[in-house]
């Protein structure tokens, strides 16, 4: 398997486990109101905003997602998966290797004390799928303390479900 299907099967499952995650917070009100889960849901849709919005060079913008409620993040995460996917499906392996610079990496820099690299762009496709992963667990833990039973997003669970496509509720 190389990179371009390895990122591919990543963007693939992202979209689909995020779909996943809304399904189970959708229509419930102790969480479709809860102010700590939509914080997490919203910054997991802002990074990967922001990341297609530097592979595009187009303006970031970090407020976008700060006001949604439950229903509009579902419409804004769907369409960022739509323009990931085709983003991503005219990818060729050699752009992978192409050096993205992050509008942030000063901050980052003075943060953690060094200068940082920079990355590629099929690393900078990786990181948005890990960094999704992560947040997701804090998001399925946050239901769960809301009193919902939270879905199984691993990759590997997609895998045995035979890599369905996402469902999005209210389209």
Same mark, same amino acid.
């Given at each position: ?8 099967? !990543?963007?693939q499952?992202?979209?689909?486990a ?7 917070? =959708? ?9 700590v =889960? &939509?914080?997490r849901?919203?910054h ?6 922001a ?7 187009? *303006?970031?913008n ?5 006001l949604?409620?439950a &229903?509009? =993040?579902?419409?804004f995460?769907? #369409?960022?998966?739509?323009e990931?996917q085709?983003f991503?499906?005219? !990818?060729?392996p050699?752009d992978?290797?192409r ?6 990496s000063?901050?980052v820099?003075l943060?953690l004390?060094f200068?940082?690299?920079?990355p590629?762009l099929?690393?900078? #496709? ?6 999704s992963?992560y947040?997701?667990g804090?998001?399925?833990?946050? !239901?769960?303390? =809301?009193?919902?039973? *939270?879905?199984m997003t691993?990759?590997?669970? /997609? ?8 469902? /999005?509720?209210?389209?």
């Amino acid at each position: 398997m190389d990179a371009t299907a390895i990122i591919e099967e !990543l963007v693939q499952h992202t979209e689909w486990a995020d779909a996943v995650v809304f399904a189970a917070i =959708l229509g419930k009100p102790q969480a479709e109101e809860d102010e700590v =889960l &939509l914080k997490r849901v919203r910054h997991i849709h802002l990074v990967q905003k922001a990341f297609l919005d530097v592979w595009l060079n187009r *303006p970031i913008n970090p407020h976008v997602t700060d006001l949604f409620n439950a &229903l509009e =993040l579902v419409g804004f995460a769907k #369409l960022v998966h739509r323009e990931i996917q085709e983003f991503q499906n005219a !990818l060729s392996p050699a752009d992978l290797d192409r050096v993205v610079h992050l509008p942030w990496s000063g901050q980052v820099s003075l943060t953690l004390g060094f200068e940082i690299a920079n990355p590629s762009l099929g690393q900078t #496709l990786m990181q948005v799928a890990a960094h999704s992963s992560y947040h997701r667990g804090q998001v399925n833990t946050r !239901l769960r303390e =809301l009193g919902i039973d *939270p879905p199984m997003t691993d990759f590997i669970a /997609w895998i045995w479900a035979h890599k369905p496509t996402p469902v /999005w509720l209210h389209e």
